[in-house]
């Protein structure tokens, strides 16, 4: 098993910042593609960004030009820096790893104020 464990989030206002941060730990043999997910208001499941193991970044619609997401292959480690965070922003933001199969943390929470 791999464990993803995030950290990062908490409560902002409107135009602020967060930096959430996921590291994994485990059985890794080699984490090929981390990302960040969440679930705005109880909505489903959507992606917010994804970078692989060599350094290609997809971005949704909605985060480019205000997440910027990077990774430390030697720690294991997945970073969400967002910036002119908005209301729709909020929700529950889970981080993703794909080693051998999909895992996933428990999801941190992000707020933003208006």
């Known amino acids: 098993q791999v464990h993803l464990r995030e950290s990062g989030g908490g409560l902002v206002q409107s135009g602020g910042s967060l930096r959430l941060s996921c590291a994994a730990s485990?059985?890794?043999?080699?984490?090929?593609?981390m990302g960040w997910y969440r679930e705005p208001g109880g909505s489903r499941r959507e992606l917010v960004a994804f970078?692989?193991?060599?350094?290609?970044?997809h971005y949704r619609d909605f985060a480019k030009g205000r997440f910027t997401i990077s990774r430390d292959n030697a720690r294991n480690a997945v970073y969400l820096q967002m910036n002119n965070l908005e209301p729709e922003d909020t929700g529950l933001y889970y981080c993703?790893?794909?080693?051998?199969?999909?895992?996933w943390g428990h999801g941190t929470q992000v707020t933003v104020s208006s």
């Open positions: 970078i692989t193991r060599s350094g290609d970044i």
């Open positions: 993703y790893a794909f080693d051998r199969a999909e895992w």
């Open positions: 485990g059985n890794i043999l080699s984490i090929e593609n």
